[in-house]
């Protein structure tokens, strides 16, 4: 997996980089001071898999350098500041270290963000040949979900839940990798933490979607949208 270190401190980039040595399934690709720097590298390649970003930085903070990607990848947040965290994970980041970072606790972080990058690969390649089931890794195995039979997708902090029609799933992906797999294939994100199968709503009220005995949010900000995919051409009137 190619990576790239984003950090301003030196000490802080040295000893990452002296960790990404030591893990054989990392390659380092490059190391910057600020992600103006790195995003050059990042536009002139496309086989980058991973980021440890740093968040506080002068200039752009790694938060809103994550948003600015297109399309985002994987990253592992880097701070002395654990407040941040929360923000990380609503960013859908792989993980978020705390300096001083422990090889311990970055090898962790690393098997995790390898692990991610398995199963994105298999989902693509099941997903050109076959789009009707992808695999999670829950309960220790490497479980196959078909496609028809999922009602919605719901995430959990750093796991996410998937509930198709007989049983619910917890894996430990981000939201992100479900939704950018999911789209297209008829389903359709209510909130930062649903995506929903639309053709199992059963009914709608307010700012809440029915799917068997669930009941789904839909946020303000997305309810305009989802309003018309769902009902355009679909809403039969007097």
Avoid: W
């Avoid at 980021?51 to 985002?72: E, H």
């Avoid at 098997?111 to 309960?139: C, G, P, Q, T, W």
């Amino acid at each position: 997996m190619n990576c790239l270190i984003i950090d301003d401190e030196p000490l802080a980039r040295k000893g990452l980089k002296e960790y990404v040595e030591e893990v054989d399934f990392l390659s380092l690709a490059g190391e910057f001071d600020n992600p103006l720097k790195a995003s050059e590298e990042l536009s002139r390649r496309q086989d980058i898999h991973l980021l440890f970003l740093d968040i506080q930085m002068p200039k752009i903070s790694g938060l809103d350098f994550f948003r600015s990607i297109k399309p985002s990848i994987p990253v592992i947040f880097t701070t002395a500041y654990p407040q941040y965290a929360l923000d990380g994970f609503e960013l859908n980041a792989l993980d978020y270290l705390v300096k001083p970072v422990s090889f311990e606790r970055f090898y962790k972080a690393a098997l995790r963000a390898k692990e991610y990058h398995e199963l994105r690969e298999k989902n693509a390649a099941e997903h050109i040949s076959n789009s009707d089931y992808f695999f999670i890794k829950a309960d220790n195995k490497l479980v196959k979900i078909q496609l028809k039979e999922v009602l919605f997708a719901e995430a959990l902090q750093n796991y996410v839940v998937i509930q198709t029609i007989n049983k619910k799933f917890v894996t430990y992906l981000t939201f992100k990798a479900v939704e950018e797999y999911l789209s297209g294939s008829g389903f359709l994100k209510t909130h930062k933490s649903y995506i929903i199968a639309a053709d199992k709503i059963d009914s709608i009220e307010g700012n809440n979607i029915r799917i068997g005995t669930h009941d789904i949010p839909v946020s303000r900000n997305l309810k305009d949208e989802v309003m018309e995919k769902l009902l355009k051409g679909k809403f039969l009137k007097r």
